[in-house]
């Protein structure tokens, strides 16, 4: 069957800039290539039972070699924007000190291969992959981090800033606290609960830092990547409800907050006492040009019984339709966030990028090579119109980043889980681009063709 018409998408606004997402560890490759350091990801790859499929990023898509390739697709997708990450341990190996100047080659290369191709990178400084160096000092949790990170920003600053369009020194620092040191299903793989509080504190002040440091080097464009998802209460008792703000409080609010408005969530204030230092509220508060949402589900929430470790519980989200990862796909609650994010932060929110949005499903070519994906389709399809009637009540939503460009080793879950508009053969790697990449391509010249 072929793909559906794009021709009722509504239009968005002019200069509206489509893209494509991924992150360093996710696809690159090359572990131990010209010169680069281990990360906290190659660490705990290497332990058994933490990746489900007992696979690893040693080599992942192989992006580090095939990148012309990768950009060649992304022309043929008629993309304006490319979100990609800096692996932090190619520049500076140990996590301090001069830059290895081979790891920064590549990202020079590869930034001036994009801007021949006309696409636009949005670079993330961190996407996960610490220098294990720093870990094995205490990570995230070791105030000295942020200094590190500081210095890392000017590195990359000082070599790219005439070039890229827009920064993002830290994606989604919330599940980096909750899954790397409160539950420990990402790396590090600590499990501190509550006691992960430092952890939010120094990637905030290592936001803040970051920011100065790239302005400083002469970019004009710095924003950051948050997480975000609206939080169903499971029924309108007030421990439902309590639990559900709690969480809230946690997820949506514990960056957004000191971000835009420089303090933390009233109700999660006590938590803070004894990290926060005279002048880090200021410090984290820096004027954002722009502020990028990471979009996928929403999350029903319910008290959790006396015993629990936490206040709260996640239940599940009956009634909708899941993907292959069974996230549930509500495209409205994309909607409702944006405006519930306008509403919250008023004249303190700048432009708003939605820097991933996407859906794993798993499917692979069929007899004659095609991967029919149209549950793809239709997820971006619905999502792009949330988008644009979120746009008519008046946010100011500038660009569409979907996650992923291409199929890439999806973290805990190894090579199981499917995001990208291009399938890889892991065996071969082997892109082959799906019919959803078709369709993103026909809508993004629909889009453009009518903008003028
Ligand atoms: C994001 N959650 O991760 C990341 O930015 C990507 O690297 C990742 O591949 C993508 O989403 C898909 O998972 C998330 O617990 C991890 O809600 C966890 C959550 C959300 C996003």
């Known amino acids: 069957p072929d793909h559906r018409p794009t021709s009722g998408l509504p239009q968005l606004p002019p200069g509206f800039r489509f893209g494509t997402s991924t992150a360093s560890y996710q696809i690159e490759g090359a572990a131990t ?45 008629g993309v304006g924007g490319y979100r990609l ?19 920064l080659a590549f990202y020079d290369r590869l930034i001036d291969e994009l801007l021949a191709n006309d696409i636009k990178p949005m670079v993330t400084l961190y996407h996960w992959d610490l220098p294990q160096a720093l870990e094995d000092d205490g990570g995230w949790l070791n105030r000295a981090t942020v200094d590190r990170f500081a210095e890392y920003a000017g590195i990359l600053g000082e070599k790219l800033a005439d070039r890229v369009e827009h920064w993002v020194p830290v994606n ?164 409702e966030w944006l405006i519930l994010l306008r509403a919250r932060f008023r004249a303190a929110l700048p432009p708003i990028y939605i820097t991933e949005s996407g859906c794993a499903y798993n499917m692979g070519p069929d007899e004659n090579g095609v991967v029919d994906d149209q549950p793809r389709i239709d997820y971006l399809d619905a999502h792009l119109r949330a988008v644009a009637t979120a746009v008519q009540r ?24 499917r995001f990208g508009l291009v399938h890889i053969d892991y065996e071969t790697l082997k892109r082959t681009p799906k019919r959803s990449f078709a369709w993103f391509a026909e809508m993004v010249a629909a889009q453009t063709r009518s903008l003028g």
Not at 86 to 103: D, E, L, T
Request: with cysteine.
């Open 172 to 335: 989604e620092p919330n599940v980096v606290m909750m899954m790397g040191y409160a539950i420990g299903m990402h790396a590090p793989g600590r499990e501190l609960m509550f006691d992960a509080m430092p952890v939010a504190h120094h990637l905030l002040l290592a936001h803040g830092r970051a920011t100065v440091a790239l302005r400083a080097a002469g970019a004009t464009s710095v924003g950051c990547a948050n997480n975000h998802a609206p939080m169903w209460p499971a029924s309108e008792d007030a421990a439902d409800i309590g639990a559900t703000k709690l969480f809230d409080a946690l997820w949506n609010g514990m960056f957004s907050e000191p971000m835009l408005l420089g303090r933390y969530p009233v109700d999660l204030a006590p938590l803070f006492e004894g990290i926060v230092q005279d002048g880090d509220m200021a410090t984290i508060r820096q004027p954002l040009d722009f502020y990028g949402v990471n979009y996928y589900n929403p999350f029903k929430i319910g008290a959790a019984g006396e015993e629990a470790e936490m206040p709260f519980e996640f239940r599940e989200l009956l009634g909708y339709p899941v993907t292959d990862f069974g996230w549930p796909v509500v495209p409205d609650a994309l909607r």
């Open 33 to 77: 290539e010209d010169g680069k350091g281990p990360s906290i990801w190659d660490t705990f790859c290497s332990q058994p039972g933490r990746i489900q499929d007992g696979s690893s990023g040693a080599v992942a898509c192989d992006h580090y070699h095939r990148y012309a390739e990768d950009i060649a697709l992304m022309k043929q997708l």
């Open 85 to 103: 990450s800096v692996s932090w341990p190619r520049i500076q190996p140990n996590g301090s000190g001069p830059a290895n100047a081979k790891g």
């Open 394 to 417: 008046g946010v100011d939503v500038r660009g569409y980043y979907t996650w992923s460009l291409m199929d890439n080793f999806e973290w805990s879950e190894g090579f199981q889980q």
